[in-house]
């Protein structure tokens, strides 16, 4: 088996040569699988606490899956699996161990206690401040109570803490609300803060290295609010500024105050980041016990993902039939389809996570891959997306894999609605593998079938299922990155764009005619 010492190509393993012969071979449409497999309901289905994964529509026979299952066995992945959860420098262009596992570990599991002792600290603060918010302890300056709470971050920083706010809207407090700011755009900030009280909002400035562009400056326009309507000199060390950093020197640095700011490792990547301290917004909002149970659900799923045979792992299966499709069946993307609309930012969370992780195209030792890697991401919630792309989905020229999720069972809802929502999902899943032939003279009304989808069910959308669903999430993009040999816990590709953005606003026109041409139209017409 080879290890990240030794030479690794996918595409030699003898595994990823027989997926290559069976692709060119053809497998037998799903519909026709499901008549020559009696039992493949049962079979094609896997289980982790609370949630069902049902793979069988996905254009897999059980020799397809065999060697998928081989070509797991055949790379490096026990090995990386290892030296993830182990704490092993597996970010190898930051020489960074990639240990968000370590910040919902338990008691008794085997991490370091060097990095338990940290993540319990860290974890403390977040329980104290959110503690303090959600009572009413903590005040503003003229001693009012908070009743909303700005987070102030972008990526990592935004996307994962605003998502299961949203998801578990059901759980937040009331009477104290939650906001996110992120783009740049002053639009964003200047709309909300325009109906925020500067007596009783917090400011929570959320960033790895406290050094991001947008969020400094999202935080100074926050700062001269509280200037003009306060008439504080320095508001950023006030009661009403919270710092959410690797990185406390440089929030020190920026004024705030050394006992508000909470800290996380450096070896936690932004994407992994919410059940950090960056997750104080989802503590504050749900109470930092319902942020435990989140934890503990993503916990259950690492556990679940570290001992599970690999035919009956949920992660390492979802990752398998997900290669199978990019990479030998062709599909350049896949769409993730929440039946549920407190699920309706999860789409946009995990395309950070997945193609922010893998869209690469060099290898672990430098050399470009010559095989597809990170496919498009995409999606939104259903039964809106029915009236939107689905008809790409069911007619289009090109085959796009469906990831649906659903909530067996939905308090917030009623039964009617409910059993509309779920029947709509199982029914586009199946439309999309079944087909339908075309009547006479209308050839408009072929549906070709054959499309493939995965169907994730949770008993309910709590927080220990969400925890689990986004940590299965994490993991399957783990496998798919060590299959194609790729590093998923670097982002290089963000940096140039920065720079040159830099060196826009020092006043350099550009280094091409088209951006200095483009840069003095702006100039000319700007009023």
């Given amino acids: 088996m080879p290890t990240p010492t030794t030479a690794y190509r996918p595409t030699q393993l003898p595994a990823w040569q027989q997926l290559a012969a069976l692709a060119k071979r053809g497998v037998a449409p799903i519909a026709e699988l499901y008549r020559q497999q009696p039992n493949r309901p049962e079979q094609l289905r896997v289980r982790c606490g609370e949630l069902l994964l049902d793979y069988g529509k996905n254009r897999i026979d059980a020799e ?5 299952l081989a070509l797991a ?3 490096p992945l026990a090995e990386q699996r290892r030296r993830l959860f182990a704490g092993e420098p597996i970010n190898t262009t930051e020489q960074r161990a990639v240990l968000h596992t370590a910040l919902r570990a338990a008691a008794g599991d085997p991490v370091d206690p060097a990095i338990a002792a940290e993540v319990a600290a860290q974890l403390a603060a977040v329980e104290r ?17 908070i009743t909303d709470m700005v987070n102030i971050g972008i990526g990592g920083s935004d996307l994962g803490p605003k998502m299961v706010c949203a998801a578990l809207a059901e759980y937040c407090q009331p009477g104290l609300s939650l906001h996110f700011v992120s783009n740049v755009d002053g639009a964003e900030i200047l709309e909300l803060l325009k109906r925020l009280d500067p007596e009783t909002t ?5 960033s790895k290295t406290f050094t991001t562009q947008e969020t400094l400056l999202n935080a100074n326009t926050a700062r001269a609010w509280y200037r003009d309507r306060l008439g504080l000199a320095e508001p950023q060390r006030s009661r009403h500024f919270l710092a959410l950093t690797a990185n406390p020197a440089e929030a020190i640095r920026y004024g705030i105050p050394a006992e508000q700011v909470l800290e996380f490792a450096e070896w936690v990547g932004g994407r992994y980041s919410l059940w950090s301290a960056i997750g104080l917004s989802i503590a504050v909002a749900i109470g930092f016990d319902q942020f435990k149970a989140l934890l503990a659900g993503a916990r259950e799923m690492d556990q679940h993902f570290y001992s599970a045979p690999l035919a009956a792992n949920m992660p390492v299966l979802m990752a398998l039939v997900g290669l199978w499709e990019s990479n030998f069946q062709e599909s350049a993307s896949y769409a993730v389809i929440p039946y549920c609309e407190r699920l309706g930012l999860l789409p946009a969370y995990l395309q950070q996570l997945d193609m922010e992780s893998n869209g690469k195209s060099c290898q672990l030792d430098g050399t470009a891959v010559d095989y597809r890697t990170g496919p498009v991401l995409w999606g939104q ?10 008809q790409l989905l069911h ?3 090109q085959t796009v894999p469906v990831d649906f999720i659903a909530a067996i069972n939905d308090p917030l809802s009623n039964a009617e609605h409910h059993q509309v929502l ?10 999309l593998m079944s087909g339908q032939p075309a009547p006479a003279g209308q050839p408009h009304r072929y549906y070709p079938g054959n499309r493939p989808s995965n169907t994730l ?5 709590t927080p220990h299922n969400l925890g689990a669903l986004i940590a299965l999430y994490e993991h399957k993009v783990f496998v798919q990155g060590v299959l194609w040999n790729i590093n998923s816990f670097d982002q290089w590709g963000v940096e140039l764009g920065k720079k040159m953005a830099n060196q826009l606003l020092a006043g350099e026109g550009g280094s091409d005619p088209a951006t200095a041409a483009l840069s003095a139209e702006l100039a000319a017409r700007r009023r």
């Fill in 395 to 397: 007619q289009g020229s």
């Fill in 64 to 68: 397809v899956l065999t060697a998928l």
């Fill in 129 to 145: 401040v959110s503690g303090q918010l959600r009572s009413g302890e903590w005040r503003g300056d003229s001693g009012k109570p």
């Fill in 457 to 461: 069910l949770l008993d309910q959308l």
């Fill in 381 to 390: 919630t259903g039964t809106n997306s029915q009236h939107a792309f689905f």
């Fill in 422 to 431: 779920l029947r709509n999902m199982l029914a586009q899943s199946a439309a």
């Fill in 73 to 75: 066995e055949q790379s």
């Fill in 202 to 206: 917090v400011i929570a400035v959320a």
